[in-house]
């Protein structure tokens, strides 16, 4: 199968998959960047009540998982010792990575402890998220030679913090959002996003003043649900923050309609699966 698109590129190499931004690749002397697919990434356990929530099994997902890592970094080059990723909480938390690293590569990351997002202007270091549906954001500014990584998920997604990466990024590195690109990794979509009323309103309630909420928003009849656009917010966050719309680059991708091949954590709990994988998104500045 074959990801490809007018946006993204799918690349199989040495048995590991990712896609790339065909935006990004212009800067492929300045950044390397890549969103893992494939069968073959990262792993863990889907709830930690479950029976096979035990120390073996925890050191043998982990295991794998930096193995993933490690296939996904020398695919591209990069150094598995100086990858940063934060331990991701579903915040709107955003951190500066200001320093090198402390010899090694720091996976969920006690430095970056209840953070979803990193920038930096430093070349030492591979910034990375994991996703299993939720939005990957990879940002960069070819001015400022400043990227970010980010994770977007519906609570991040609610409580803006794309928004929150470009305020850090124009107060912090003097970067202008007319100058930002934003590329978005393959996520749910619309069209698998359903949620019951109370989640529907906390976006309505935060949304409900822009003039595209209604197509934000969208009420399935038959079974007294919603979906909604998680993307389409992002994007909108992002313009009323200055980014060009030809600056937002979707990948146009949605990670349960492609569940063979991108990792869903709702179609693969859907199909009775213990453990889900996770899509890992990096980018490093050259």
Known sequence: MDLSNENVVHIKKNKVEYIQFRRLLEYKNKITHAYSVGVDSNYRTENTTTKNNTDENNQRIKKVGLENYKKLCIANGLDINKLIKPNQKHTTNVDIVKDELLGESEIASNRYDNTDGLVTDKKEVVLATTSADCISLLFYDPIKNVIANVHSGWKGTLGKISENTVKIMKNKYNCKPEEII?????????????????????????????????????????????????????????????????????????????????????????????????????????
């Open 182 to 286: 934003c590329c978005i990794c393959p996520s749910i979509r619309k069209c698998h996003f359903e949620v019951e009323k109370d989640v529907r309103d906390l976006f309505y309630e935060e949304f409900k003043n822009l003039e595209e909420i209604h197509d934000i928003i969208e009420e399935t009849i038959k079974n007294k649900k919603w979906h909604i656009d998680t993307v389409l917010i992002n994007k909108i966050l992002l313009i009323n923050q200055g980014l060009k719309p030809k600056n937002i680059v979707d990948s146009k991708l949605c990670s349960v309609c492609n569940s063979d091949i991108i990792h869903s954590c709702r179609a693969e709990k859907a199909k009775g699966k213990k453990q889900f994988g996770l899509n890992t998104a990096i980018i490093k500045l050259n």
